[in-house]
């Protein structure tokens, strides 16, 4: 078994090559989707806030060691190109010399690509597999970089106003609060720092996988309260975690809330006008399934909204 299914301690800290999991002993043994194959993994009963955690860190930890596409590091051709392999358009000035958190960026690809492009960075994940895969690659690669063992709502080990910019891959889902995220965000970024998250869109959350007689139908309420019921082999879910639907005033309002601008929004392009009934690029065409937030930390957090029904 590897390093990955051995119990790891929050909040703990590692550097490239060193920490609580040997990298050599995780490693992808496929690259390619076609050749993952979901684990049959059932959410607990009940789902207090740890059991929520642990049970997510098993399943980063599984994807991790399976080879799992969300889990594929940089190659050595991405590594030696690193600004042709990032897109930094909303990232004002590159990132050289800047301190980036990547967080809930494990599997060794964003941070190192990021490190072979002069930035100083550092990496939250809950999966001790994840990061060791940004361990194992910083040392291949010689680069440095911070690894941190924690989940995304505590953030206390790192000092306040400690990082220009935080990016956030599509992650958020796997916790039931995004709120507590944007204020440990909001910390630990200086003022005018830019904080890049990609989410789920709630819509995609909602909707079938596959279309029926009258095409995509919502089958979670919006106002789902708990994990999402599982779904198994669409790429828009990680089968084997637990996800959570955040609605729009949550995603977008809560970063207002907590101390945040929206400076611009994009919903990255997965939609294939010849597509298939029944592919991703099908349904995509349909249901946008992720949204990209630029957000820039002002002084203070703004006040609440007034939304209907609150
Ligand atoms: C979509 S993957 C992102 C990294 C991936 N390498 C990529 O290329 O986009 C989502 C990551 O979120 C991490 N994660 C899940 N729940 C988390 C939590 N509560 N706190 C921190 N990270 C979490 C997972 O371990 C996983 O590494």
Redesign the pocket.
């Known amino acids: 078994m590897p390093d990955c299914d051995e119990p790891q301690p929050f909040n703990s800290v590692g550097a490239a090559g060193i920490g609580g999991v040997d990298p050599s002993r995780v490693r992808p043994t496929a690259t390619h989707a076609a050749q993952f194959a979901p684990t049959e993994r059932e959410p607990p009963a009940s789902q207090p806030f740890a059991a929520i955690?642990t049970h997510?860190?098993r399943g980063?930890d599984d994807m991790a060691c399976r080879g799992h596409p969300?889990?594929r590091p940089a190659s050595e051709e991405e590594v030696r190109e690193p600004l042709a392999n990032l897109d930094l358009s909303w990232i004002d000035g590159g990132v050289s010399g800047k301190r980036i958190l990547c967080l809930?960026?494990?599997?060794g690809?964003?941070s190192v690509l990021y490190a072979a492009a002069g930035a100083d960075v550092t990496v939250?994940?809950?999966?001790p597999a994840?990061l060791a895969l940004d361990r194992q690659m910083a040392a291949r690669h010689g680069l440095n970089l911070r690894t941190i063992l924690?989940?995304?709502?505590d953030l206390s080990m790192l000092a306040p106003e400690c990082f220009d910019v935080v990016l956030q891959?599509?992650?958020t889902c796997?916790?039931p609060d995004v709120k507590a995220v944007y204020h440990q965000v909001a910390r630990v970024l200086v003022p005018g720092g830019l904080y890049i998250s990609q989410h789920k869109q709630p819509t995609s959350l909602q909707a079938s996988v596959q279309p029926g007689m009258r095409g995509y139908e919502l089958e979670v309420p919006y106002y789902h309260a708990g994990p999402l019921p599982p779904v198994q082999g669409s790429p828009h879910r990680e089968y084997g975690t637990l996800e959570f639907l955040h609605r729009w005033e949550e995603l977008l309002g809560g970063l207002c809330r907590a101390g945040f601008v929206i400076e611009d929004v994009a919903e990255p392009l997965h939609a294939r006008a010849d597509a298939a009934p029944g592919t991703f690029a099908h349904r995509c065409m349909y249901i946008p399934p992720y949204v990209r937030i630029k957000a820039r930390r002002t002084g203070s957090p703004a006040k609440r909204v007034w939304v209907p029904g609150s």
Do not use: F, K
Request: net charge positive; hydrophobic share 40%.
């Open positions: 955690l997510n860190r980063w969300l889990a809930a960026g494990g599997g690809r964003q939250v994940d809950l999966s994840m924690t989940t995304m709502h891959p599509v992650s796997y916790v």
